[in-house]
């Protein structure tokens, strides 16, 4: 070829290769990338100032959309409510809202805010009172005048009150619905104390000693405008927004408050192992873990980085990793502004893996303290918060909303940015030493809340367990009028010929054991289901149940204060609740009664329908037991008896019915029960063979 | 002026005021925002919105695949999510230790699958065989299990700085969100497009095991997720929104792996996602790294659209659910898609008489009678792609009946059908939508979602700044219209818990 036509071809297949070759290489998601710098992050105009009644203002414009949105806390807590009073703030909060104000009622209130697509929400929580303001802007001058209204004149209206407490004793009856709420709960007041302002839960008991005097005077402590942080963001004008604030809440007065301190915490650390029993579930909720620590804490940045890499580098990937181990597992060092937080790992994980995970996490805990972190583990750590951070400004709304809380806090305001710093300075030898100081994998508090029966191992493998009664405490039911002497009397002529009618008395009191084959049937999830039991009663406090169910033999023994389940892979204890209502049954018991019976008051009521017809009602107490006995009118032998219990719905009136009345060793004795809570059938029982004073041997009582 | 007028006056200058700061909105904010945005069809088909929202230097990626459990046919009824959670199990390159090595064990797995299927399937099954071919199923899985690396697509966005990673399905779509800082732009690329380029379903059987746990947990176990399956079933005879996401139990046990990737091959072609990107970034940009790294994927046919069509009921349909727990009562009424010009009126009538604690049934079940506990009225059940439902529910009292529940609600439709709502109602129901939209466009992320669900349901993304403008024309009359034409009932399906005694 010609040299020309050479370079020429050479020319053209440069040209070639340059127009054909791609743009750049795709990369793979692993490779190396070099990310062009990032844009800063803007830092928008605040406005910070002090009214002269005390509020601290915080305004933040933003014109993107038409709203505007406002948040207020007041310093204030529900530790600051008295015991018996538990829920007192809580009521305050939700009333401060829907009880009206002087001028317009709660409903009124409602409608005018729906109508305008405004909201206002008031809480009062363990760190502080809070309102919610959420509006179009052109409905700013209707809304501001009632969000001031609220605050300055609230009415608390009593009807509004009494559903606020219907409201949190339906609370109540469903708190041990949901296991996780369950162990969140019961954790936190083994952290500080079943009695500690931080923990305790309202009762019954507690919500009923509310007044509307408490709520006012909880309400008149705090809400003052020298007690007010309030941040304004959204589409406004800063001077004219002050001003409208300054017309709304200008003539507050300020009330010159001396607030209490927050509770101090105490922590004891001590290892201790608790259960609690939920039978209706396949899986376990487990928490690990002792008190925290604050946010303020120089070690924090190091604690943030030590959390992350053993929640998720280790515990989350570990017992996930394990097949069919954990459906989710978790760590958290909890940091508060002012109260300690809570140090916790947790899972949720297949009954049948309880201990082992519970295991893996305890080794967890324990390798963090001895040895460093691994460099990958250290850098993607770190990586996670730096590459993140961005998020935590993204938005005006979050910019004020963070330096509102820093404020009321007490923090420096640039604290996200000072603590985002130090996390990048973080070195595995400060993880090692945060872990070293703030970790106790030794003493750990354990909380397993689930099936105990279908544990992998029993629980006690761990330490001695706390079995933990979530009993929720029954308020006393109908009070039965005064006693007098004439009922008093009454009450025993009437009690005495009812075991007459059972038969010989002397035979009745010379009972001492009664043995039963029954067959039980119970209402249950999955269907009705009948079983066999025989059951051996010694008074006054020994009993044995062996039971036929479907999964094989079970045995139940009650002896004095203890008492256990026996299967085939060995025995639990029962928990509190339970024993206690096995224990009770026998103040019930008519022959227990008439050997006791100068310890039992026994007062005649009157006549009262029971199971559809008349009835001689007794009301009985006794052995801290109170319950009523009713009388068959013609022959005098019970028909049954009602007392209060814990039912699925809360507090249940308990019926048992008896029935079929034959003869045994010459005592007539009711061969049908059948068992109602509530009105509803609950279950059945029908006998099949009766005995007294048999021979019993003690080894049948043995708890091991 | 008298009286009268005086009060006409009030009243219009009211209704004024509304108009005005509608267009207020529509004037500054809503054209503004069209402006910053642009799209792209890439050759392949697949379609890029970007907005550009300088705030923050961070950006949401959306991905809008146009497939729900509304394309399931009977048999592999659940695998729209059981495909959503395969999208985190990672690539060719992503969660692998050695892919040249896994594909073999895993395409074994497979294989034995099959033979200890076909044999359980069998009328007299070989327990030998199937224990033999169970045994060589375990190892294999426990063979395959060492060649993961767990997690690993996760835990590359989380570190790039995602706190947002999420999916989820539903009866007309399934949605990938993320969330970064705004210059990991590529990264989001490369990992994206290698996602729906070279997907791995590894961890297929164990995962669906997982599924079949959450139908367990979520719905078997519910007595409200009970109830919402039946009443789906009754009221959708037809159309496949008669199923639910999640799927029928029995096919969840025998979907196979090659289903999942022939239905990804079907439905997650390039044609069929649509992206939306929102936040502080370039668009030109974008589209150039969109082509770089999403021409690859090879163009397919767009999926046949769905034929069946839920033809018109011929009477009420009942359905009831005994459950342990205090009545609850659902009513559903066949309405038309949400493209349909009746939706806006629907949308009002379902708020005014439904929603929230000033509209018509809390009013009268809750407060008046107190009926129920909560009451409420939604449209677009179980999706609004399709031909859908309008659903009134209602949680009953103690010691109330679901049949008095249905009675008050009833007579709340026959009033609304017989006199217009009023001016103030009306104010509201346009007050709250515009609120509502608003806070719907407010974030990247939530604007991202909005931009591909107007493009692909409502056929464009500029229709979402119409909706104000079509909020404001809506009429009393229009609702009495709709009322009367959609709330009749032979076009109702009726749900109900009955509680069963404990």
Redesign the interface.
């Known amino acids: 070829m010609k040299k020309k036509t050479i370079a020429l071809l050479a020319f053209a297949a440069v040209l070639l290769a340059l127009l054909t070759a791609?743009?750049?290489a795709?990369?793979?998601?692993?490779?190396p990338?070099e990310?062009?710098?990032?844009?800063?992050?803007?830092t928008p105009p605040v406005t910070q100032m002090t009214m002269k009644n005390g509020i601290r203002l915080f305004l933040i414009e933003d014109h993107?959309?038409?709203?505007i949105d406002m948040q207020g806390l007041f310093f204030t807590s529900s530790a600051f409510e008295p015991a018996e009073k538990t829920g007192l703030a809580d009521l305050t909060g939700t009333v401060l809202r829907t009880g009206g104000t002087k001028g317009c009622s709660g409903?009124q209130i409602?409608?005018e805010l729906?109508?305008?697509?405004a909201s206002i929400e008031t809480a009062i929580g363990s760190e502080n009172g809070s309102i919610y303001v959420s509006i179009?802007k052109?409905?700013l001058d209707k809304v501001l005048p009632i969000m001031a209204d609220i605050l300055r004149r609230p009415a608390f209206d009593q009807e509004k009150i009494d559903l606020a407490k219907i409201e949190a004793r339906t609370n109540i009856s469903r708190r041990n619905d949901d296991i996780g709420q369950i162990t969140e709960r019961e954790f936190n007041k083994l952290i500080y104390g079943a009695q500690s302002p931080y923990a305790r839960q309202p009762e019954y008991a507690t919500i009923d000693a509310i007044g509307r005097d408490d709520i006012v005077a909880f309400y008149k402590s705090y809400f003052h405008p020298d007690n007010l942080w309030l941040a304004v963001w959204g589409d406004f004008n800063t001077k004219q927004m002050i001003r409208k604030i300054e017309a709304a809440f200008g003539d507050w007065p300020a009330a010159g408050l001396k607030l209490p301190a927050l509770p101090e915490v105490s922590y004891e650390y001590k290892p201790t192992v608790n259960y609690i029993e939920k039978t209706d579930v396949n899986q376990s909720n487990i928490m690990i873990g002792h008190i925290g620590g604050l946010l303020s804490s120089p070690d924090y940045a190091a604690l943030s980085v030590m959390n992350r890499i053993l929640s998720y580098d280790r515990m989350f990937?570990k017992v996930?990793?394990n097949e069919g181990l954990a459906?989710s597992v978790w760590g958290y060092y909890g940091a508060g502004y002012k109260v300690p937080g809570v140090f916790s790992a947790g899972a949720q994980t297949k009954s049948g893996s309880t201990v082992k995970a519970i295991r893996i996490m305890l080794d967890e805990m324990k390798r963090i303290c001895k040895e460093e972190v691994s460099d990958e583990e250290l850098k993607?750590a770190k990586?996670?918060f730096?590459?993140?951070?961005?998020?935590q400004?993204?938005?005006?709304a979050k910019i004020i909303r963070s330096m509102l809380l820093y404020a009321f806090d007490g923090y420096p305001l640039d604290f996200s940015e000072q603590l985002i710093k130090k996390i990048e300075t973080v070195t595995k030898a400060d993880v090692l030493n945060a872990a070293k100081k703030y970790l106790r994998p030794e003493q750990v508090q354990v909380l397993v809340v689930g099936k105990q029966a279908d544990f992998d191992k029993p629980l006690s493998e761990l330490g001695p367990v706390n079995a933990i009664d979530i009993a929720i405490p029954v308020p006393v039911g109908d009070k039965a009028p005064e006693a007098t002497p004439e009922t008093l009397a009454k009450g025993r002529e009437l009690f005495a010929k009812a075991v007459a009618a059972m038969g010989d008395p002397q035979k009745v009191k010379a009972v001492k054991s009664v043995r039963t084959v029954v067959e039980v049937t119970q209402?249950t999830?999955m269907g009705e289901m009948t079983m066999e039991a025989e059951m051996v009663s010694v008074f006054p406090d020994k009993l044995h149940v062996a039971l036929n169910t479907p999964g094989g033999k079970m045995n139940m023994v009650v002896n004095g204060d203890k008492a256990v389940m026996k299967m085939a892979q060995g025995s639990m204890p029962i928990p509190e609740g339970q024993k206690k209502e096995l224990r009770e049954g026998v103040y019930r018991d008519m022959f227990y009664m008439w050997q006791n019976l100068d310890q039992y008051q026994v007062q005649f009521l009157g006549a009262k329908k029971f199971a559809d017809s008349e009835a001689i009602d007794l009301a009985v107490s006794g052995f801290g037991a109170s319950f009523h006995l009713f009388l068959d009118p013609r022959s005098f032998l019970p028909c049954g008896n009602s007392y209060m219990a814990m039912?699925?719905e809360g507090p249940a009136t308990v019926e048992e019915r008896v029935s079929d009345y034959r003869e045994v060793e010459g005592i007539k004795m009711p061969f049908r029960t059948e068992g109602f809570?509530n009105q509803?059938?609950?279950s059945g029982q029908a006998v099949k063979t009766i005995q007294f004073n048999t021979a019993v041997s003690d080894d049948l009582f043995k708890i091991d | 002026m008298t009286k009268r007028s005086l009060r006409v006056m009030v009243v219009l200058f009211a209704l004024l005021a509304f108009c005005f700061s509608s267009s207020q909105l529509s004037g500054q904010t809503l054209d503004k925002m069209k402006t910053q945005i642009q799209e792209k069809t890439l050759k392949n088909g697949m379609k890029f919105i970007v907005m550009e929202q300088h705030e923050a230097p961070v950006a949401s990626f959306h991905v809008y695949a146009d497939v729900g459990s509304a394309q399931e046919v009977e048999g592999i009824t659940g695998i729209s999510h059981i495909l959503e959670h395969m999208a985190f199990k990672g690539t060719t390159t992503v969660g692998t230790k050695d892919y040249a090595v896994e594909v073999k064990v895993l395409d074994e797995l497979d294989q034995v699958y099959e033979k200890l299927s076909r044999e359980e399937s069998q009328l007299k099954p070989d327990p030998e065989r199937v224990k033999e071919l169970k045994v060589r199923f375990e190892q294999l899985q426990q063979k395959a299990k060492e060649y993961v690396v767990t997690d690993e697509y996760s835990d590359l966005v989380m570190q790039q700085g995602d706190n947002s990673s999420n999916a989820y399905t539903s009866s007309d779509a399934t949605q990938y969100i993320e969330s970064l800082p705004a210059n990991r732009l590529e990264f989001w690329m490369a990992i994206t497009s290698d996602r729906f380029l070279n997907p791995v379903f590894r961890e297929f059987y164990k995962e669906r095991d997982v599924i079949m746990e959450e139908r367990r947990l979520g719905l078997e176990t519910q007595p409200i997720g009970k109830l919402l399956e039946d009443f789906e079933a009754a009221a959708f005879k037809a159309h496949p929104y008669h199923h639910e996401v999640i799927g029928h139990m029995s096919d969840l046990q025998r979907i196979r792996h090659q289903d999942v990737k022939d239905y990804f091959k079907k439905y997650y072609s390039p044609s069929n996602l649509t992206v939306a990107i929102v936040g502080d970034v370039d668009p030109q940009e974008v589209f150039k790294l969109a082509e770089l790294y999403f021409e690859r994927i090879p163009s397919g046919p767009r999926p046949e659209p769905l034929r069946t069509r839920e033809p018109e009921q011929w009477g009420e349909r009942r359905s009831t659910v005994k459950a342990q727990s205090q009545p609850v009562l659902i009513v559903g009424y066949h309405r038309p898609d949400v493209r349909h010009a009746d939706n806006g009126a629907l949308d009002a009538l379902a708020n005014i008489i439904g929603q929230g604690r000033s509209s018509r049934i809390w009013e009268s079940l809750v407060k008046k009678e107190k009926a129920a506990t909560q009451v409420g009225c939604f449209n677009g059940f179980p999706g609004d792609k399709y031909p859908n439902l309008i659903a009134f529910f209602s949680f009953t009292s103690k010691d109330k009946t679901a049949a008095q529940s249905l009675d008050l609600i009833d007579k709340e439709i026959e009033k609304i059908k017989k006199e217009p709502v009023s001016a103030q109602e009306l104010a509201k129901y346009k007050q709250m939508t515009k609120k509502s939209l608003i806070g719907q466009m407010k974030s990247n992320a939530r604007m991202a979602a909005q931009l591909t669900y107007y493009d692909v349901v409502q056929g464009d993304w500029r229709l979402l700044f119409d909706e104000l403008a079509n909020i404001d024309k809506i009429t009393a009359a229009d609702i009495q219209r709709v009322a009367s034409t959609y709330l009749v009932a032979t076009n109702r399906t009726v749900g109900e818990i009955i509680p069963e005694k404990n």
């Open positions: 791609p743009l750049a795709q990369k793979n998601p692993k490779d990338f990310f062009p710098k990032l844009n800063p992050l803007k993107r959309f038409p709203t409903d409602d409608r729906e109508t305008m697509a179009l052109e409905n990937k996930r990793t459906y993607r990586d996670q730096l590459n993140s951070y961005v998020f400004f993204d938005s005006r209402s999830p039912g699925a809570a509803k059938k609950a």
